[in-house]
């Protein structure tokens, strides 16, 4: 079982960003369930949002406590005391930042960096980063392939944004920089 923590604010697509992960994963014959975890919170406010992926049966539906990886989609998230909670030795984190230094104060051993939000300004014209994290992880991972991304983008987005969002992860995809921690 491989499990995923995003953080993220509301607005930025990380619940959408899980229901992609998910989605594909189903499509390359594993099992996944994504869930969000929010209350009454407004656009902006901290958000998490969560994917499990097994070979066999997804049974629990808990909150993840400790991810093999974090994604963090804002990184004045960074800080945030839910951030690190339950991280493990080997924990993965994966930081739309413009720099491995933005997101140095993680301390991780695994990073990546992705500057998703100069994708998703320059794709979409909006920061809006989801599909362009999405894309990172694929290529940081190698969880989930781009033909099965595409295809969950494809469905679970509009076909009025689809391509712009399918080329935001593409793209990152390419852009993705593994740092040593």
Known sequence: MVEVRIHCRGGQGGVTAARIIGLAAVKEGRRAIAFPSFTVERRGAPVMAFVRISEGEVLDRSFIYNPDYVLIFDPK????PSV?????????FLVNAKSKEEAGPLGARRLAVIDATKI???????????T????????FTGLIGLKALEEAIREVLPPRIADRNVEAAMRAYEEVTPCLG
């Open 77 to 80: 998230l960074i800080p945030h």
């Open 84 to 92: 690190k909670v339950g991280v493990k030795e080997d924990t993965s």
């Open 120 to 130: 998703a300004m320059e794709l979409l014209g909006a920061p809006i980063v989801n």
């Open 132 to 139: 362009a994290m999405c894309g990172a992880f694929a290529s």
